[in-house]
């Protein structure tokens, strides 16, 4: 079996203007790095756009409606919150981010690919059940996680999102059920604020390992071998899925943890190993921050490679 990239143009069309950090560049600089030798057996795919129906899983219908009339036929929108803004592409790209992932989940769950990544934007771990926030319109891990569930039966689902901030939106869709799994390694204090060790869910099942700024590679991989990895460990998924944010390099400008690529190549090989022992491989991993076009190029690129070695 094979690894798959998801993606899909419509995700370039989602415009932030001018001076935004999550700009299209963001994605045309990871797919760039894919281009190189090192991905020649890497399988691709467009992704579709998700459906209504299939957003519904994880958003109220509200919420989706309300994303859809906030997307202005021309210019921008600015509405959202401080920092998030949806342009004429914006529903569209948000349709093919969330499908992607689905697919992934598809690709996976019937074994025509070991695992996947998904390159897509408007990222989607700030949005919560019913708000968007954060650069985000729709949660698309956690679309992907209920598609799992809904079609293929894969009951337990576990999130490990290394992104530098909280992922506070999946948290929140995912705290009242006992079979989705949300573990975070973060920045703390840092925005959203949330993501406090003692925020354990409704069944024990958020786990949150906080990191103080100028951390690097030593408590990182101490969070994720003491923390993160013996909960998903215990949790016995049938799912992994990732929510692959590359903002925690030492290179990013919006925090201040100093990952290097090695840290994430490290991750997604314990990461691939727990999905070894407990389902069949299956990992979908899902593009979020990183915003240093050089160093999110980079250890993606990294990450995808581990993710084709796995």
């Known amino acids: 079996m094979q690894t798959t990239l998801f993606t899909h143009p419509a995700c370039l069309e989602h415009d932030t203007g001018l001076g935004h950090p999550e700009c299209s560049d963001r994605l045309k600089a990871v797919l760039s790095a894919l281009e190189s030798e090192d991905f020649y057996l890497l399988d691709r795919q467009e992704g579709p756009p998700a459906t209504v129906e299939q957003i519904a899983r994880a958003h109220p219908m509200e919420h989706i409606e309300a994303v859809r009339a906030m997307t202005p036929e021309a210019g921008h929108h600015h509405g959202v919150d401080d920092d998030t803004v949806v342009s004429a592409g914006s529903w569209n790209a948000a349709l093919h981010a969330a499908g992607a992932v689905i697919a992934a989940v598809d690709a996976v769950a019937t074994g025509h690919s070991r695992n996947a990544f998904c390159a897509v934007r408007p990222p989607g771990h700030h949005a919560e059940r019913a708000k968007a926030m954060g650069f985000c319109l729709f949660n698309n891990v956690a679309v992907g996680a209920y598609h799992a569930r809904a079609v293929h039966g894969l009951q337990r689902v576990a999130v490990m999102d290394f992104d530098v901030h909280h992922g506070n939106g999946t948290q929140d869709i995912f705290q009242s059920d006992p079979d989705m799994l949300y573990c975070s390694t973060h920045q703390s204090p840092l925005y959203p604020g949330t993501g406090d060790p003692a ?91 990183g915003y240093n076009l050089r160093s999110l190029a980079s250890a993606c690129a990294a990450h995808v490679r581990e993710l084709m070695a796995a």
């Open 199 to 289: 925020e354990k869910g409704d069944y024990g099942n958020c786990v949150n390992a906080t990191l103080p700024a100028m951390a690097g590679s030593p408590e990182f991989r101490h969070a994720m071998s003491h923390v993160i990895l013996p909960a998903i460990d215990h949790f016995k998924p049938d799912l992994i899925m990732i929510s692959a944010g590359f903002d925690a390099h030492s290179r990013d400008p919006m925090a201040g943890l100093h990952l290097i690529d090695d840290d994430f190549v490290w991750a997604t090989r314990k990461l691939g190993d727990l999905a070894r022992t407990h389902c069949g491989a299956r990992i979908v991993s899902v593009l979020e921050g």
